[in-house]
């Protein structure tokens, strides 16, 4: 069972898969460019980040920036794929719910759609262009 979770082996059709690379890319790469920012700007970011946690500002700096650098990586290969997003959805719901929950909707907008592409993309799987998919054919070849 949690094979076919972490390891989805339905075939898609390659259209289908390809526009999901294509969001794959996309909103991996947007997002790595805001935990990159993060990273770059860590000695100066990590006293003054939001710890919505309680687990230390720069606990908490670096679970975002694991989350938006490593986890998106891992979302735009598609390795793990269901198990890197979960990070990825935790860390949107954080910022939307919590960190920007007093602020008006223009500001936590990103957040949201963030958090509705993981989810969509969580639902759908990550087609047939992903290396988890690689992996399942790699084992039921044996």
């Known amino acids: 069972m949690i094979q ?3 390891f989805p082996s339905k075939p898609d059709a390659t259209g289908f898969s390809l526009f999901i690379l294509g969001f794959r890319i996309l909103f991996g790469v947007l997002m790595i460019t805001h935990g990159m920012q993060k990273w770059d700007n860590f000695d100066a970011m990590s006293s003054a980040f939001p710890d919505p946690l309680g687990v230390g500002s720069t606990v908490s ?3 975002a920036i694991f989350a938006e650098v490593i986890c998106s990586v891992a979302f735009i290969l598609g390795a793990l794929y269901r198990l890197a997003l979960i990070p990825l959805i935790f ?3 954080i910022a ?6 007093a602020d008006p909707f223009s500001a936590k907008e990103p957040a949201f759609i963030y958090l509705m592409v993981y989810l969509m993309t969580y639902i759908t799987g990550p087609g047939k ?3 988890d998919r690689l992996l ?4 039921r070849s044996r």
């Open 4 to 6: 076919k979770f972490l």
């Open 61 to 63: 700096l670096s679970l």
């Open 91 to 93: 860390t949107m719901v």
């Open 96 to 101: 939307f719910f919590v960190i920007h929950a």
């Open 129 to 131: 262009f992903a290396v």
């Open 136 to 139: 399942v054919t790699k084992k």
